[in-house]
């Protein structure tokens, strides 16, 4: 009787301790998150915990994606090297066993991949070594959001008790990955407010510039001094259109030497350049990479002269169109859908003042 009660009470002590150590490693794992604001970095700072009471070989960190319907490798543990398993790698939902986790919010233990090979991504793990795992989902607010992978290289090495205790580590990682997500949204919301405010305050020093210089040439550089903060080129020039020829004439022109055919005063035929589509159309024109996109003979004389990509915006005034603003650069890809709108709102400041300086020169 003894002897029994003796061996009872050492298998109830196993039990506490080996219950304790896993409350123990929550308690850490719990740390590892509040402390860790990358999802490489909270993954390898909760496998480092998490070896002293689950045998993990290899862990993926994996975020479901609704809008591609894939699973996405997020982060990796340490040391694992892979060519094929690498952060950023998709893979189809239902090309992983990761995927019925993700449908069915329940944990999947696989004891032997050899033997129970359902899933295409599953050869590939028994080509790294990897004979059995278990993934649990990470929940939060009642939806999936991802999964958490671990392997080992040891068949049979996982039971219902260590996934059951991995869905209480996810439940933590689910609830850090969605603070992290928040986190960057906010950071990424800042950086737009911030982009926004000083595009406004560029608009106002542009008004001002516009209020304070009469001269199209001054006008031009002081909208140049200031526009460049907040939008990179090397040349930018005003055109008008001169109903009686049909043509275009170059106001004033900024930035690198003018030239024999971009200077002020020149004219210019309307199938000579953009302007006249951007004119007639009374909408932006973006040219990312003018060797690729040449359209126009001012286009072939841009790149001549080292400008690989520019930005045109209508000069509108009262619905009308009275000329362009043109910007252009020697990079390519310099300009962007949202700097074309921009200085759609800056050409209509432009034409109020140079309407403003042709009565003012008529009178």
């Given at each position: 009787?003894?002897?029994?009660?003796?061996?009872?009470?050492?298998?109830?002590?196993?039990?506490?301790?080996?219950?304790?150590?896993?409350?123990?490693?929550?308690?850490?794992?719990?740390?590892a998150i509040i402390t860790n604001l990358t999802q490489g970095s909270l993954?390898?700072?909760?496998?480092?915990?998490?070896?002293?009471?689950?045998?993990?070989?290899?862990?993926?960190?994996?975020?479901?994606?609704?809008?591609?319907?894939?699973?996405?490798?997020?982060?990796?543990?340490?040391?694992?090297?892979?060519?094929?398993?690498?952060?950023?790698?998709?893979?189809?939902?239902?090309?992983?066993?990761?995927?019925?986790?993700?449908?069915?919010?329940?944990?999947?233990?696989?004891?032997?991949?050899?033997?129970?090979?359902?899933?295409?991504?599953?050869?590939?793990?028994?080509?790294?070594?990897?004979?059995?795992?278990?993934?649990?989902?990470?929940?939060?607010?009642?939806?999936?959001?991802?999964?958490?992978?671990?392997?080992?290289?040891?068949?049979?090495r996982y039971s219902e008790a260590d996934a059951e205790f991995l869905l209480?580590?996810?439940?933590?990682?689910?609830?850090?990955?969605?603070?992290?997500?928040?986190?960057?949204?906010?950071?990424?919301?800042?950086?737009?407010?911030?982009?926004?405010?000083?595009?406004?305050?560029?608009?106002?020093?542009?008004?001002?510039?516009?209020?304070?210089?009469?001269?199209?040439?001054?006008?031009?550089?002081?909208?140049?001094?200031?526009?460049?903060?907040?939008?990179?080129?090397?040349?930018?020039?005003?055109?008008?259109?001169?109903?009686?020829?049909?043509?275009?004439?170059?106001?004033?022109?900024?930035?690198?030497?003018?030239?024999?055919?971009?200077?002020?005063?020149?004219?210019?035929?309307?199938?000579?350049?953009?302007?006249?589509?951007?004119?007639?159309?009374?909408?932006?024109?973006?040219?990312?990479?003018?060797?690729?996109?040449?359209?126009?003979?001012?286009?072939?004389?841009?790149?001549?002269?080292?400008?690989?990509?520019?930005?045109?915006?209508?000069?509108?005034?009262?619905?009308?169109?009275?000329?362009?603003?043109?910007?252009?650069?020697?990079?390519?890809?310099?300009?962007?859908?949202?700097?074309?709108?921009?200085?759609?709102?800056?050409?209509?400041?432009?034409?109020?003042?140079?309407?403003?300086?042709?009565?003012?020169?008529e009178i």
């Open positions: 009787g003894n002897m029994n009660s003796y061996q009872e009470i050492a298998t109830l002590n196993a039990r506490v301790k080996r219950t304790a150590d896993r409350y123990r490693t929550l308690l850490e794992i719990n740390n993954l390898n700072a909760i496998c480092g915990v998490l070896e002293r009471v689950l045998p993990v070989y290899r862990a993926a960190l994996n975020l479901y994606d609704p809008s591609t319907d894939t699973i996405r490798i997020h982060a990796l543990s340490t040391h694992w090297n892979s060519d094929y398993f690498q952060v950023g790698v998709e893979m189809g939902r239902k090309d992983s066993h990761s995927g019925w986790v993700l449908d069915h919010q329940r944990p999947l233990i696989c004891r032997d991949i050899a033997a129970d090979m359902k899933y295409p991504v599953e050869r590939r793990l028994l080509e790294e070594g990897i004979q059995s795992y278990c993934v649990v989902p990470l929940i939060l607010e009642g939806k999936s959001i991802g999964t958490l992978n671990i392997g080992s290289d040891t068949k049979g209480e580590i996810a439940n933590q990682v689910a609830l850090a990955v969605g603070n992290m997500k928040s986190y960057q949204e906010i950071a990424a919301l800042n950086t737009k407010v911030e982009h926004t405010a000083e595009r406004y305050r560029t608009l106002l020093e542009i008004n001002n510039a516009i209020i304070t210089n009469l001269s199209q040439e001054a006008l031009l550089h002081a909208i140049s001094e200031v526009l460049r903060r907040v939008i990179p080129f090397d040349r930018a020039a005003f055109t008008l259109y001169i109903p009686s020829s049909s043509k275009f004439r170059f106001l004033a022109i900024e930035g690198i030497a003018p030239s024999s055919h971009f200077r002020a005063g020149q004219e210019f035929e309307r199938e000579e350049s953009v302007s006249a589509w951007v004119f007639d159309n009374q909408r932006p024109a973006v040219r990312n990479d003018l060797l690729k996109e040449q359209h126009y003979l001012n286009d072939r004389r841009l790149i001549e002269e080292g400008l690989n990509s520019y930005c045109v915006a209508p000069l509108m005034i009262g619905g009308k169109c009275i000329g362009t603003l043109n910007l252009a650069s020697q990079k390519t890809n310099q300009y962007s859908e949202a700097d074309a709108e921009f200085l759609c709102e800056l050409g209509s400041q432009v034409a109020l003042a140079v309407s403003n300086m042709t009565s003012y020169e």
